[in-house]
């Protein structure tokens, strides 16, 4: 419909009114090992398949064209009252490391692989996972007298 706008912003846009209470900021960190086709070939990862783990926080692994693997997680920290400080980008520092290991332990694939980049940083979740759409109740008013 002309007129119309989507807004799709990621987390800075979890604390505007019409999605307020619907969305929660959560840090999204992800790890990229070296090259390691030898191990990967040897457990049979080489279909291009992701391992999705979504109970509670989201976890994920996939494989790179060239023998990589692919950590990440999307599980903190949390945003509390929807605040992005420096807690999202601080853990920068500290990636590599803590989240490497964890990764490592999560996907025996990559287990003795160097971890070669690593980046994060805030994303938005909602409670169910699941995208949602809506309309502005301001807006909604707005264009009553014009429809």
């Known amino acids: ?20 209470g619907r969305l929660t900021v959560f840090g999204s960190y992800i790890v ?17 398949e992701a391992i999705v783990d979504a109970r509670m926080f989201l976890h ?25 400080d420096r807690r999202f980008h601080a853990r920068r520092r500290n990636l590599r490391t803590g989240r ?12 003795g692989a160097k971890v070669e980049r690593s980046w994060g940083g805030p994303i938005d979740v909602s409670a169910d996972h699941v995208p949602f759409v809506g309309t502005s109740a301001r807006r909604r008013r707005a264009l009553r007298g014009r429809l």
Do not use: K
């Open 1 to 20: 419909m002309p007129g119309q706008v989507v807004v799709a912003t990621n987390a800075a846009m979890t604390d505007w009114r019409p999605v307020r």
């Open 32 to 48: 990229l090992t070296e090259p390691v086709p030898g191990l990967v070939e040897e457990i049979g990862w080489t279909g291009g």
């Open 60 to 84: 994920y692994f996939r494989t790179t064209n060239d023998g990589r693997v692919l950590m990440g997680s999307g599980s903190g920290p949390i945003g509390r009252g929807n605040r992005i």
């Open 100 to 111: 490497a290991g964890h990764c490592a332990a999560s996907c025996p694939a990559s287990a």
